[in-house]
């Protein structure tokens, strides 16, 4: 976008939102009574009205209009981040073109280890099954241009390939029907030529930044907020988003389905209107409109006040801190329904979230050593994690020392690096689209024998 926004007017403007946040799907508010569960619904506004583009405004330069002074103090708040955030902020391999991601986890039912490498040109997967009760497996998938091609040499010496690219002639059509492959092969398809997604998301962030552009900002009366613990007088702006608004956004949401996915969506037997249905469905629960109040201090959030028209009205309350988000309330009809208290000691960094029914979830992160800690408490269940992070420039590595409940027990580590190196797959070759009856007979009598030695 340049780093620059186009001014119509004093009132109005243009972003382009090629480094804008992707936004969440809104969802149908339900009635007054279950406060947390309405939130959902109005977020939808929020969406469209103050969230669209927060990180596009970061570098720009002066903001005169009302939804400008909106959008960059949205960026200001999200991007003045804790310590884990600034952590995770500088490791660009989270961002590569080519990269592998590594798992290795270690479960009450076994062993799995799996690592996934991706390029522009190409796509594999190598890993390890050491499930309890069943015999190890190893496997290497690797995904081109045209085919896949698998080696599964525990239970047998061929190379599996599959062209999703051809017609197939062979025994796997009185196997699978037809619909069935097309399904596969275009979804393999879409797998392979929509490798680079951000490009869909721009377009699609552009959708929810168009529409941002059409919306109306007001200043309205200043109001007094508790901000890093003194009383501030804040600055307040307005506007108004309505159903169409939101509709505006779906339709163009199906429009970019139907350029992007046509092929997919035909075998799968579905239209872009199937994709969008269940947020045309939400959209009808919503009020016909929802006024939006933000209310900004030193150019960052310190309030929003969600007010639908006849529903219940939310206020978000940015508390401050060492950071803007690092203490908040969200009040629903005047009531807290849910609070972030956040606190640094040294070097480690604690952040609680409760909710109306005495839900918890209590995180730690020691910048120093990396350590991180979390704590989950939900409807008389209890859910931890113990680890630690490590994060440079290329890389991160989470270890896990204890993942789940008092019953569960799951550790392993889980690493993201840029760079890939491929391996050569080999073995006779199976063409499992034209492999006749009696081969498919053969393998699977192979396979048996394979599997039942194991045991």
């Avoid at 590569?96 to 798992?103: F, G, H, N, P, V």
């Avoid at 949401?253 to 139907?258: D, F, G, V």
């Avoid at 034209?434 to 045991?455: K, P």
């Amino acid at each position: 976008m340049n780093g620059q926004f186009e001014t119509q007017n004093p009132v109005e403007n243009t972003v382009t939102p090629a480094n804008q946040m992707e936004t969440p799907t809104p969802e149908a508010p339900k009635k007054k009574g279950n406060k947390i569960s309405i939130i959902a619904g109005v977020v939808a506004a929020v969406v469209v009205a103050g969230g669209v583009g927060v990180f596009a405004a970061v570098k720009t330069g002066a903001f005169l209009s009302p939804s400008k002074k909106v959008l960059l103090a949205g960026a200001k708040t999200v991007s003045d981040m804790g310590s884990l955030g600034e952590a995770l902020k500088d490791c660009v391999s989270l961002h590569a073109d080519e990269y592998t991601l590594k798992m290795d986890l270690s479960m009450n039912e076994g062993d799995i280890s799996m690592e996934g490498r991706s390029s522009k040109e190409q796509k594999q997967i190598k890993g390890n099954l050491n499930i309890s009760g069943a015999p190890s497996i190893d496997f290497l998938a690797d995904i081109g241009a045209d085919s896949v091609q698998v080696e599964v040499p525990t239970i047998s010496d061929h190379l599996f390939t599959y062209d999703y690219r051809n017609e197939k002639s062979g025994y796997l059509l009185e196997m699978v029907d037809q619909d069935t492959l097309d399904a596969v092969d275009a979804t393999l398809k879409a797998a392979y030529d929509n490798q680079d997604s951000n490009e869909f998301h721009k377009k699609m962030l552009k959708v929810y930044a168009d529409e941002y552009n059409t919306l109306k900002f007001s200043k309205v009366d200043a109001k007094d907020f508790t901000i890093d613990g003194t009383e501030r007088s804040c600055k307040g702006y307005q506007t108004v988003v309505t159903k169409d608004n939101v509709d505006h956004v779906i339709d163009g949401l199906e429009t970019l389905y139907e350029e992007d996915y046509q092929e997919l969506m035909d075998a799968l037997d579905l239209t872009a209107a199937d994709f969008v249905a269940s947020m045309r469905e939400a959209v009808e629960e919503l009020d016909d409109s929802t006024t939006l109040v933000f209310y900004l201090y030193k150019g960052q959030y310190a309030a929003i006040d969600i007010i639908p028209e006849n529903d219940v009205s939310f206020e978000v309350q940015f508390l401050g801190g060492d950071t803007r988000m690092q203490n908040m309330i969200l009040l629903a009809d005047d009531e807290k329904v849910v609070e972030v208290q956040g606190s640094n000691e040294g070097s480690v960094e604690t952040i609680t979230m409760i909710a109306e029914e005495n839900d918890t979830v209590k995180f730690t992160y020691d910048s120093d050593s990396g350590d991180i800690t979390m704590e989950a408490k939900y409807d008389e269940e209890s859910y931890n994690f113990a680890g630690n992070l490590a994060v440079d420039k290329n890389s991160m590595v989470i270890t896990i020392d204890d993942l789940g409940s008092a019953s569960e027990d799951v550790s392993g580590s889980i690493t993201w690096k840029k760079g890939a190196q491929f391996e050569e797959v080999s073995g006779d070759t199976f063409d499992l689209g034209n492999a006749t009856e009696e081969e498919w007979q053969d393998l699977l009598h192979e396979i048996f024998a394979a599997m039942l030695g194991g045991f």
